[in-house]
């Protein structure tokens, strides 16, 4: 038991270190741009699994003289972004080589954009366990990828490191939010959020196992009540939404100790070790003054301009906020459900396939089939793919079943054995009904004979009850639903027990 919440749940810092620290946090997530190819050239982005070195050219491979050209379908990405989020966009924005060395950028500059973002000022709302916060964006950017070192060890025992070009040049989306965020949990439900909304706008893949998402966080505490902001530390390497709630949370205790004791905390870029559990210095950290940014002479700058914006605009899908809106109000699914299905790609595609055969359900019910029984289907069968939820069974065969059970002709009991039976099977729910004879037994006639016989054959039971423990009703219920093989009607089986238990109770007035 305790084991099993340590692995899911991460352990937050100590009440005592949150009473006097305030912690304060800002992110940075870079993601990959859904694109055919890359920014500045026209080579395929498709490089997943290829051998190393296989989709370059002069351009993004640096060599001199090869000139960038500018990736139209990556500049519409961020501005759309910027749109979900809100942002302001520049009339005019021009492009910037950020200047350092490192054996994965051949340039010896990245080209990206610093002083102008293409969007900026934007803000995203999400839900945490302490209700929802709205964390400012201060901008959104493009700029290009860097090539993958890869070190390895050759036959004859040299260290090595390699070079795989594949990725330099693919167009990269940089996302920086303001030291808005408080807590290691809402740094983890700003990335969760963040994936979904890049997700549901299809401008990104945003698997963070797999680089296409990668979150930094800078982290710095302040005495609780002080104005300024303290020494923060870039926390990097952190690949999972869980790993970014750990890190913070291992940082601020880290902190917090050295602040404790007195020791100067230095601005520094830390990495994530998620074996141990603990972060570890990489480097002190670089200013952006080190970088020398400089427009880039070979681009030129780009205009943002107001048709093509309304375009974009129009092509906006619903964004998962306004969809959890919409639940909550129209459809009336409590703020859980409605949270649980728009996470959740496999859930959604199920709830909107099973109303839009079956409008007239109550989508409180759809919602408890796909979240509940169904849902666990399909995970118990690994099928979480969007389609594969679906896959498991026709919309139309779920919305049969529901409406069986909403009518009244089929018990909750049984309709579970129905629905296992169809997903194992393939079988169709009207023929399970029919071989195993299901139907709703709701008339108080037809079950008081059983009623009768349950409670003779249970005495134990009946005293409890009237001893006054009502939930010994459970068990008679219980009792009852097994002599009519689950078909009895639940609630009239337990209407029927409570009049009779009530009315031969001497001490009852
Ligand atoms: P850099 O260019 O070095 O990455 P930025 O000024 O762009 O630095 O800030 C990067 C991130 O750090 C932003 O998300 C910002 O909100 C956050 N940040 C800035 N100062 C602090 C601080 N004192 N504590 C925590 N986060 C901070
Ligand atoms: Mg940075
Ligand atoms: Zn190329």
């Not at 305030?22 to 699994?49: N, W």
């Amino acid at each position: 038991m305790t084991a099993v919440r340590q692995a899911t749940r991460p352990k937050s810092p100590p009440s005592s270190v949150l009473e006097r620290y305030e912690p304060v946090i800002g992110i940075e997530v870079h993601c990959q741009l859904r694109t055919a190819s890359k920014m500045f050239c026209s080579c395929s982005t498709a490089y997943d699994g290829a051998p190393p070195n296989t989709h370059t050219c002069p351009v993004c491979l640096g060599l001199p003289g090869a000139l960038p050209t500018i990736n139209r379908r990556a500049v519409e990405h961020v501005l759309t972004t910027g749109l979900a989020i809100e942002a302001t966009f520049p009339e005019t924005t021009r492009w910037e080589r950020k200047n350092y060395f490192y054996p994965d950028l051949p340039k010896g500059y990245q080209i990206s954009q610093y002083a102008i973002p293409l969007a900026a000022a934007g803000r995203l709302t999400f839900e945490t366990s302490e209700g929802a916060i709205s964390v400012g964006i201060t901008r959104a950017h493009l700029e290009e990828d860097t090539a993958k070192l890869i070190h390895s060890t050759t036959a004859d025992g040299r260290r090595v490191s390699l070079i795989d070009f594949n990725r330099s040049g693919a167009p990269l989306m940089e996302i920086v939010t303001e030291p808005e965020v408080h807590s290691a949990e809402a740094a983890r439900r700003y990335a969760e959020e963040l994936q979904l909304m890049l997700r549901a706008i299809g401008v990104s893949d945003a698997d963070m196992e797999r680089g296409q998402m990668r979150v930094e966080a800078n982290v710095s505490l302040r005495p609780r009540g002080a104005k300024e902001f303290g020494t923060r530390v870039e926390i990097k390497n952190m690949n999972s939404f869980r790993s970014v709630e750990r890190a913070v949370g291992h940082e601020i205790e880290r902190q917090a100790a050295a602040l404790d004791a007195g020791e100067p905390l230095v601005q520094e870029t830390r990495g994530w070790d998620d074996g141990r559990g603990a972060t570890y210095r990489m480097r002190v950290k670089e200013t952006s003054d080190d970088y020398r940014y400089f427009p880039e002479p070979d681009l030129p700058p780009l205009h943002v301009e107001a048709p093509g914006l309304e375009e974009l605009r129009a092509r906006l899908p619903e964004l998962p906020s306004a969809r959890r809106a919409r639940y909550t109000s129209d459809l009336v699914l409590s703020a859980y459900d409605a949270g649980v299905i728009v996470s959740d790609p496999a859930m959604l595609t199920a709830f909107e396939a099973i109303l839009a055969v079956g409008p007239q359900l109550p989508p409180k019910e759809v919602a408890n089939l796909v979240t509940g029984d169904y849902g666990r289907a399909a995970k118990e069968i690994d099928l979480r793919t969007p389609a594969g939820l679906v896959g498991l069974s026709e919309p139309g065969e779920l919305a049969d079943l529901l409406r069986r059970i909403l009518d009244g002709k089929l018990s909750r009991a049984n309709a579970k054995e129905v629905l296992a039976e169809h997903i194992a099977k393939g079988s169709s729910v009207a023929s399970i009904v029919d071989a195993r004879g299901f139907r709703q037994i709701s008339d108080v006639s037809a079950l008081a004979a059983t009623v009768d016989e349950v409670l003779a054959a249970n005495p134990a039971a009946v005293a409890d009850y009237r001893a006054g423990k009502p939930q010994a009703i459970r068990f008679l219920v219980g009792q009852v639903m097994k002599a009519t093989r689950g078909q009895a009607n639940a609630a009239v089986v337990q209407a029927t027990l409570r009049e009779r238990l009530d009315a031969a109770d001497p001490g009852h007035a």
